[in-house]
Each structure stands twice: as C-alpha cells, then as structure tokens.
C-alpha cells in the first residue's frame, strides 16, 4: 500500500480555520497517490501551545473531523488526521483521528502518556486508557502518539493487538531530534514493524519543532526521511515484509516477559 506523511508547518500567524482548510487541500492533493495520509500531533495550534488547549478545543466530531472527513473522502484515502485536543466528559484529551476513504470516523485514540513533568499537557490533559488499532487495506495499524513513543511497553500491547506497523504523529523538539529518529527505529526493530512517525515543522510557542518525519521497516531500514520543513514523503508499504521478516529472524516468539 501506499503511503503519505504530510509534515505541516505550524505558523502561530496563520489562523487554525485557515490551517485547516489549507490542510485539506493537502490531503485532497494525495488522490492517486496514496492510500492513507498521515498528519502530525496537535497540527491545528501547535504541540506546545499549551494557552490555546482550551480556546481550541473541540467534540471529537468537530471542525478538525469535519474538514478532514471531507477531504478523506475527496480524495478516497485512509486518513490518519493527526490529533485534536477533545473536549470531553468536563476534561481536554490529546486525541487522534482515524478516518476511512468514505469520512466516517474509523478509530479514535486518546494518549496515554502525556508529556511535560507536571507542567502542559500533563497536567491540563487527562490520560487515555485503551490501546487502539486500525485495519486499512493489507496492514493493522496501533496507534500511538509522540511522548508514547518513548515507552516501549505500548508498542509491544499494540503488537499483542495485531499490529505489523505504527502510525505515531507528534509536535517533537528540536533539540532531541536524534531521540526522535533513534526511537522510531528501535520500536520498529523490535517490534519487527512499519513504523509511520510524522512530525511537525516550524515553531510552536516559541519551541523549535524537530520535523524530519520518518518511515522504517519491521528491519529498522529507513525507507525516507522528511528534512526540518513542510515536506510530503511517500513511501510503499509491503505487507509480506512484515510476515518475512518475523518468520526469518522469529525473535518476537522468544519473549518472555
């Protein structure tokens, strides 16, 4: 299958309607190329943003769903819409959009591991609970989202869940952009998966964001590699590499723990 990151570039100047609708033609733009889209972390005012959270907060079925279902029907591809910040149940969560080729929410993903040491997004968020896949055409996809990709331990439930490749959007810093490449590979490595890993471009309250958005093979072989900017990468996923590579080198059946 075929597959598109879109790294947007968050620009405080530019209004979140006009992002949005921007992005949109974005994602219209994929039609023929791919088959799923894949946007970054919190695109809609920035990962870090943290004084807009609530101001921009939204249903789950709100403005970001709407624009973003049309276009994913538009131009007929999975969309992985990044993440909005939801307001439900009297608190802000840090959600991810799943959206199939004909606009209907497909899966959502609440994170689970919030990032800011008792200041942000860790104390104005509530956490997550539940691991969540998705099946596009020829892959199951586990959901996590920036921060969590630190943590092995959700990968390897996701890989319990059926996973054979991750789709991870983030708002990652600058300044521990080698963490960012480092890890995207060593949960693909292990987990013997595809590993999606898009980011943002640009500046978010005054936080330089890391861009260099990735895709790795379940053998950790890097398959592109975005630079800091507004970029698009586009890549073709196979299946039977995920089914080759566990079968060959069957290090996932030797877990113990």
């Not at 979140?16 to 894949?38: F, M, N």
């Not at 586990?142 to 959700?154: I, K, N, Q």
């Not at 319990?160 to 480092?182: N, S």
Request: charged share 25%.
């Amino acid at each position: 299958m075929r597959a598109s990151l879109i790294q947007i570039a968050v620009d405080p100047d530019e209004p979140v309607a006009s992002r949005r609708a921007r992005v949109a033609e974005l994602v219209r733009a994929e039609r023929g190329a791919a088959d799923l889209v894949v946007l970054p972390e919190l695109w809609p005012m920035g990962a870090f943003a943290y004084e807009s959270f609530a101001a921009e907060s939204e249903p789950l079925r709100g403005p970001t769903y709407d624009a973003m279902a049309a276009a994913a029907r538009d131009a007929g591809v999975w969309l992985h819409a990044g993440s909005i910040v939801e307001a439900a149940e009297g608190a802000l969560y840090n959600t991810s959009l799943v959206i199939s080729p004909s606009g209907d929410l497909a899966a959502s993903y609440r994170k689970i591991h919030r990032f800011g040491f008792d200041k942000g997004e860790a104390v104005m968020m509530a956490a997550g609970e539940k691991l969540v896949t998705f099946t596009a055409p020829e892959l199951t996809f586990g959901v996590g989202t920036c921060y969590d990709l630190r943590f092995p331990e959700l990968f390897r439930g996701l890989v319990d869940a059926g996973a054979e490749a991750f789709v991870v959007p983030a708002g990652w810093p600058a300044r521990r952009r080698a963490h960012w490449t480092l890890l995207a590979r060593a949960r693909a490595v292990e987990n013997q998966a595809y590993m999606l890993a898009c980011g943002t471009a640009g500046t978010h309250a005054g936080v330089e964001q890391a861009g260099h958005s990735i895709v790795v093979d379940p053998w950790g072989e890097v398959l592109a590699e975005a630079g800091p900017g507004e970029e698009i990468l586009r890549v073709e996923l196979d299946a039977e590499r995920v089914t080759t590579t566990r079968e060959q080198f069957p290090a996932l059946k030797d877990r113990v723990l």
